[in-house]
Every structure is written in structure tokens, then in C-alpha cells.
């Protein structure tokens, strides 16, 4: 049995979410998954995972840089075969997608 396929969909996923609580918003001093902009990860029985992103505007000037660092990380975690980011606008990002820790951070709570 190979690495890849002892590791559980659960650890796989714990781990894409720590790996993602890496890739931070060059604009705002919060990792991306605090700021509520991972909608969700998506661990398949093959051991591939999607992830769907948003941006806190579609004007965002790492529209064109993060999905593909996201990528990039998502991939490097251990038992992951394949990573894919699926860059999507509905429903619209909101600061209060931010999680309290996020919040908190920025001084809105």
C-alpha cells in the first residue's frame, strides 16, 4: 500500500488546512483560511484535493498569483496526489466570513 493511500481523507485534510494557515493575503497580516476565503476542501477517494477559493474582491491584486500558490502548497502535503484550486466569486467574500481569530487580529472585534 502506497503512502498516499494509507494516510486518511481526515489527516489529509487537517493538514491542507495548516498548510493554507501559511499563504497569507499580502494585503492584510491574516492567513487566508482565517479570512474566510477557503470555501472548501474536497479530499477524494484518489487522495486528490480541490480546493475553492475566493478573494476579497475580484480586483484583488493577487488574483492571478495566489490560486496557483495555493496550488502549489496544497500539493506539497503529504499523501495529496493532486491539488486543484477552483477560483469562485459566489457567494461574494464578506469580512464576516473572518474567523474570530482573524477578527480579533485586525482589532474588529
Known amino acids: 500500500m502506497s503512502e498516499a493511500t494509507e494516510r486518511s481523507k481526515e489527516e489529509i485534510e487537517n493538514d491542507v488546512v495548516e498548510m493554507l494557515k501559511t499563504v497569507y493575503d499580502p494585503e492584510i497580516p491574516v492567513d487566508i483560511y482565517e479570512?474566510?476565503?477557503i470555501y472548501n476542501i474536497d479530499v477524494r477517494d484518489d487522495r486528490s484535493v480541490e480546493v475553492r477559493l475566493t478573494l476579497t474582491s475580484p480586483?484583488?491584486?493577487?488574483?492571478?498569483?495566489?490560486?496557483?500558490?495555493?496550488?502549489?502548497?496544497?500539493?506539497?502535503?503529504?499523501?495529496?496526489?493532486?491539488?486543484?484550486?477552483?477560483?469562485?466569486?459566489?457567494?461574494?467574500?464578506?469580512?464576516?466570513?473572518?474567523?474570530?481569530?482573524?477578527?480579533?487580529?485586525?482589532?474588529?472585534?
Open 35 to 37: 479570512l474566510g476565503l
Open 59 to 109: 480586483m484583488c491584486p493577487v488574483a492571478g498569483s495566489l490560486p496557483p500558490e495555493v496550488e502549489s502548497k496544497v500539493a506539497q502535503v503529504e499523501g495529496v496526489t493532486r491539488a486543484v484550486v477552483d477560483l469562485v466569486w459566489d457567494p461574494p467574500w464578506n469580512p464576516g466570513m473572518m474567523s474570530e481569530a482573524a477578527r480579533l487580529e485586525l482589532g474588529m472585534l
